[in-house]
T-cell receptor, first 112, second 112 residues
Framework: DVKVTQSSRYLVKRTGEKVFLECVQD?????MFWYRQDPGLGLRLIYF???????EKGDIPEGYSVSREKKERFSLILESASTNQTSMYLC???????????FGSGTQLSVL | SQQGEEDPQALSIQEGENATMNCSYK?????LQWYRQNSGRGLVHLIL?????REKHSGRLRVTLDTSKKSSSLLITASRAADTASYFC????????????FGTGTKLQVIP
């Protein structure tokens, strides 16, 4: 079965901490995505990677960076966490452009 | 941002009734996709309709697409309590690496 795995289901961090959210896919997908989901705002794209070491900014990249050193792993980094980054973070993979996404279960991050 | 919008934001119906959700988007597309999200979990792909299609069916799901109005609708017939979830439309940008933008979602409650 297709699988996208996010390393943590729930995470609590302090303001100013450096936070790593990890996502691993086992489908050999070229494309990977990070979204954040907030009530009333739907999913908003943070970053997108279309190949190893390649990335593109999404709609809300400020305060975030990403790393894709290997095809199967796409990491989202909060350099200095802030309370307004408290959110549900969703990772997804996609085999080819334009086709369906496969999502992980999400990481609920709370920044205190 | 080309984030679309779903309408209505929330919908409550009795089991056995039909549920209709609408999606509007902003730019030209190659396809439009619908996803479902159970509470607090990742999204699951339901159906994809290409820009040259006007209607598509999958089980109890019927999707229409009107590219001239930049809108789509999802109809769930004979709804069940298990259909209770949030539903999102998603549009890959045409051209380029096709980042995927999601709408704000419709929260459907089906009352047994």
């Amino acid at each position: 079965d297709v699988k996208v795995t996010q390393s943590s289901r729930y995470l609590v961090k302090r303001t100013g901490e450096k936070v790593f959210l990890e996502c691993v896919q086992d489908m050999d997908h070229e494309n990977m995505f990070w979204y954040r989901q907030d009530p009333g705002l739907g999913l908003r794209l943070i970053y997108f990677s279309y190949d190893v070491k390649m990335k593109e900014k999404g709609d809300i990249p400020e305060g975030y960076s990403v790393s894709r050193e290997k095809k199967e792993r796409f990491s989202l980094i909060l350099e200095s966490a802030s309370t307004n980054q408290t959110s549900m973070y969703l990772c997804a993979g996609r085999e080819t452009s334009g086709e369906k996404l496969f999502f992980g279960s999400g990481t609920q991050l709370s920044v205190l | 941002s080309q984030q679309g919008e779903e309408d209505p934001q929330a919908l409550s119906i009795q089991e056995g009734e039909n549920a209709t959700m609408n999606c509007s988007y902003k730019t030209s597309i190659n396809n439009l996709q619908w996803y479902r999200q159970n509470s607090g979990r990742g999204l699951v792909h339901l159906i994809l309709i290409r820009s040259n299609e006007r209607e598509k069916h999958s089980g109890r799901l019927r999707v229409t697409l009107d590219t001239s109005k930049k809108s789509s609708s999802l109809l769930i017939t004979a709804s069940r309590a298990a259909d209770t979830a949030s539903y999102f439309c998603a549009t890959p940008n045409s051209g380029g690496y096709q980042k995927v933008t999601f709408g704000t979602g419709t929260k459907l409650q089906v009352i047994p």
